[in-house]
């Protein structure tokens, strides 16, 4: 079966120092990977994605990730940690099969970033 | 408007009664996804819209579930005879033409909050 794992429930850093956010994925293909934030009470946004190309991608807020095809992973990254960085963080797939358009999310990782 | 517009923000209702929910994508998006989120769970699919092509419908968890699309724009999710697993985040997202099949990105509205008591 196609599934996204994001193995921590919940990720704690202190402010400033650098953040990981782990994703795993097993997918047919050749797979698009995306990372979602949501806000409490809030909808999910949009941080980056990787398509092709580069392994490393830049988002927004700072935000990194890199694409690990040999280990199947896609962490999401940030060199220094805000407070205004807590939140729910999601991890999705698009198989790479030409037929595939849906998402497969990952169960979400709470961020905790203490002052 | 500028993202995903959806209504109502929050939902409470009466178990047994119909809900109907509300989503209005981006301009131009021709693309549409009806996502689910239960409290404490991730994300889980509900139906898609492409166009004219008929929807995608293999994740509405029931048939007291339905959607449709009018004009290729504006899309009614209903949900009769609501019960209290029904309670949920009920998330609709718009992409451009195809959607995450030409590596698009899908934006999603703020959700409606659905509580069935």
């Known amino acids: 079966a196609q599934s996204v794992a994001q193995p921590e429930d919940q990720v704690n850093v202190a402010e400033g120092n650098p953040l990981t956010v782990k994703c795993t994925y097993s997918?047919?293909?050749?797979?698009?990977l995306f990372w979602y934030v949501q806000y409490p009470n809030r909808g999910l946004q949009f941080l980056l994605k990787y398509i092709t190309g580069d392994n490393l991608v830049k988002g927004s807020y700072g935000f990194e990730a890199e694409f690990n095809k040999s280990q199947t992973s896609f962490h999401l990254k940030k060199p220094s940690a805000l407070v205004s960085d807590s939140a729910l963080y999601f991890c999705a797939v698009r198989p790479g099969v030409d037929s595939s358009y849906k998402l497969i999310f990952g169960s979400g990782t709470r961020l905790l970033v203490r002052p | 408007g500028a993202g995903v517009s959806q209504s109502p923000s929050n939902k409470v209702t009466e178990k047994g009664k119909d809900v109907e929910l509300r989503c209005d994508p981006i301009?131009?998006?021709?693309?549409l996804y009806w996502y689910r989120q239960s409290l404490g769970q991730g994300l889980e699919f509900l139906i898609y819209f492409q166009g004219n092509s008929a929807p995608d419908k293999s994740g509405l968890p029931s048939d007291r579930f339905s959607a449709e699309r009018t004009g290729g724009s504006v899309s009614t999710l209903t949900i009769q005879r609501t019960q209290q697993e029904d309670s949920a985040v009920y998330l609709c997202?718009?992409?451009?033409?195809?959607?995450?099949?030409?590596?698009?990105?899908?934006?999603f509205g703020e959700g409606s909050w659905l509580t069935v008591v």
């Open positions: 997202a718009s992409s451009p033409r195809q959607g995450t099949l030409s590596g698009n990105t899908i934006y």
């Open positions: 301009s131009g998006h021709t693309a």
């Open positions: 997918v047919s293909g050749n797979p698009y």
